[in-house]
């Protein structure tokens, strides 16, 4: 049986991590309109990324913090041009990202075969913290969410991007015509959500094995977020991370790592039936 | 209808080289790889039938596939129910779930129900995984065979993979499948002309996962064990690749997908090409996808025609 004081740092970190993860999932869902269904992947490619950076080509941390975030912020910007922009329908959507998620995994399958690599923690030691000893990796994780959300908000509500985001998600047609280019939104937002599944890697793989899949239970979680939060909807994105971290850190201290999707799935179905529109009922939809 | 057609006399003609050719001598290699075949067709024309003309995506067939499997598996072992009545018995689990699963996503959007199928195996994995009663990570083993003899079961397969295809056909020429497509193709409008949008959508999904769940029972009982491994993206993937790849929105392009990847699959074996097939196989479904949507049947009609 686990500390108390333990499970509650830990469902502070996990909960912080999803949050900056999941925000990146439902910004791209409410302002571009599209359920990416490759998010997970763009998580286990930026792992991959730092692995190879950190363990094969044994760069500093600040290079590979910067190589990280430059390749995702890349990678979304053509992500978007490439492919996304053309995409209308939802399902054709869907299933277009899902093919290119197929893709990308079987492509790091190739190259790094199965194996589940580790990547050395970024951040070593441990420090205590209450009488409870913590590894540094973790604390360096939380500190940097944390910072990063109140960016994050302060980009999405405080500055003329953030208002033409806003304004794109409620409605595309009225931004355009007070001269915002939805365009340059979405693809800043595709940059954005990319980025933030690269630096949720970047966080939370060192310490740990590495997999191909690794990328589906991270979607999984993002889905059972927005689904909770509202799709589109920042601070519902951010209340319903910390109910589902927290949630799956006592389930997976105090019964079995086992059934924390079967938690998460339970929870989906539950909130779809009860109340579509997410616990706050500010969703678009 | 009536008239008897040359693609008919074609389709019989196939048939029976199908049902004959394993039996030749020196055939008997393609008999494991063929019946594996007809039961993966017969998964991709379940997956086709829902997605193909009731328009909604699955990314987890894998899911119905697995659970029909594992019940079947456990009736006919533990409880020494006889095999055909278990495959039934395991493919209408599945077809339960699928109802329990169905009712509170189907009546939103169709991209909540996708999200919701490519959940299930994960959680599936996970459970199967932690539970006893359901073998845990090992899987459970010496699940009885349909028929001892290998050629008879080859021919079991058969006849599934055609009762699948029958069934199908059936489906979509009722007045369920006209309210199918027409969910497809503009659910707002079949709503606004007194269709049931919900129920069609619920009745679809059920047909596919008992057709799904019977390959999958019928898959249990030819390997003799079933695992966790059931679950695994790329179980769920195949049917999707199949089906796009043949051509989704026919009735035969489920067939033919099937057909032209276990082929390729197990002729590239070799150990180079080995990891990268299955990258291949999504790469070459994602540009068939984007550049001819309707699959080699599409490319088959417009050459013959």
Redo the contacts between chains.
Sequence with gaps: MAEPLVVFFYGLVTSLIFALYSVGFSLVFGVARV?D?AYGIWYTTAAYLVYALVTRLLLPLPVTVVVVVASMVALGISYYAVLVRGLQE??EM???T???A??A???I??IF?NFPWSIPALFPGSTQVLGVSLFNQQVAAAITAFLLLLVLWYLVYRTKMGLAIRAVAQDKEAALLMGINPDRVMAFTLALSCSLAGIAALLQAPNSVISP?MG??M??LA?AVV?LGGMGDFFGAIIASFIIGFSYQLITNLV?P?????A??AM???V??LR?RGLFGRSL? | MSAVRPSHLAGIALLVVLAVLPALPGMRALLFPLTLTNIMATLAIAWNLLFGYA?L?S?GHSFFFGAAGYASAILSKSYGIPVPVAMVIGAAVSSGIAAL?G???L??????F???T???P??AY??T??LDVLGGHDGIFGVPPLVRDSYAVYLGSLFLMLASLVASAFVIRSRLGVEMISVREDEEAAKALGVDTPRVKLYALMISAFLSGLAGAYWAHLNGVISPSVY??EKA?MP?LMS?LGGKGTLLGPVIGAYVIQTLFESLKIEAIA??R??VF??A??AI??IFPQGLMGVLRRVIG
């Design positions: 359920i269904a939802k399902v869907i299933m277009t899902f093919l290119v197929l893709m995994q079987y492509l399958v190739a075969t899949t589906w239970p979607l999984t889905f689904v079995n086992l059934y924390s999707m079967a998460a799935l989906i179905l539950l779809l039936w579509p939809e | 328009g995506l990314l699963v009712l509170p996503s009546k939103l959007r169709g991209h909540y996708v999200l919701v490519l959940v299930l994960a959680v996970q459970l995984n932690a695994e993206l993937s999707l796009v990891t990268a299955l990258f999504a790469a479904t994602f996808y984007r």
